[in-house]
């Protein structure tokens, strides 16, 4: 899994909470990377549909769907996204060992497995929970 995930639910939160067009750099700010990143992934957001953008002095990025018909999941897709895999793969299938050539596909299924129970759990969180969970966080530390 890379970081556009968080960068991307990052942005989404503030857009709906802002209710208003943010720039590339006021959300760069907050999300505490680079504006050329944040447009980077905030182009794969408009494709999904979950943006809209401005261009030009005055544009910017204002979310385009009700926060609690959003979930990470729709996020994840947009993105592309895959919480567990490898990038190595052990052993070589040529080997006569078994373990040698079995290993990587077995492993590939447990992951594809993982990356399924991830995005089951995704769906049945939304937008509005996760600020919901921050701001009820806030009003506990205010009191």
Same mark, same amino acid.
């Given at each position: 899994?890379? =970081?556009?995930?968080? %960068?991307?639910?990052?942005?989404?939160?503030?857009?709906?909470?802002?209710?208003?067009? %943010? =720039?590339?750099? $006021?959300?760069?700010?907050?999300?505490?990377?680079?504006?050329? *990143?944040? *447009?980077?992934?905030?182009?794969?957001?408009?494709?999904?549909?979950?943006?809209?953008?401005?261009?030009?002095?005055?544009?910017?990025? =204002?979310?385009?769907?009700?926060?609690?018909?959003?979930?990470?999941?729709?996020?994840?897709?947009?993105? @592309?996204?895959?919480?567990? $895999?490898? =990038?190595? *793969?052990?052993?070589?299938?040529?080997?006569?060992?078994?373990?040698?050539?079995?290993?990587?596909?077995?492993? @590939?299924?447990?992951?594809?497995?993982? @990356?399924?129970?991830?995005?089951?759990?995704?769906?049945?969180?939304?937008?509005?929970?996760? @600020?919901? *969970?921050?701001?009820?966080?806030?009003?506990?530390?205010? %009191?």
């Amino acid at each position: 899994m890379n =970081s556009e995930f968080g %960068v991307a639910v990052h942005a989404l939160v503030y857009l709906n909470h802002k209710g208003a067009l %943010v =720039s590339s750099e $006021a959300l760069a700010g907050n999300i505490c990377t680079n504006p050329a *990143r944040v *447009r980077k992934i905030m182009a794969k957001l408009k494709k999904a549909g979950l943006v809209f953008t401005r261009e030009g002095l005055e544009g910017g990025y =204002s979310f385009q769907k009700e926060p609690q018909c959003v979930t990470l999941y729709d996020v994840a897709q947009a993105l @592309d996204c895959r919480f567990v $895999a490898s =990038s190595w *793969r052990s052993g070589n299938t040529d080997l006569p060992c078994l373990i040698a050539s079995g290993m990587a596909g077995v492993l @590939d299924g447990i992951y594809e497995e993982l @990356d399924k129970g991830c995005k089951e759990t995704l769906a049945k969180i939304t937008i509005a929970d996760i @600020d919901g *969970r921050i701001f009820k966080k806030e009003e506990k530390e205010e %009191v």
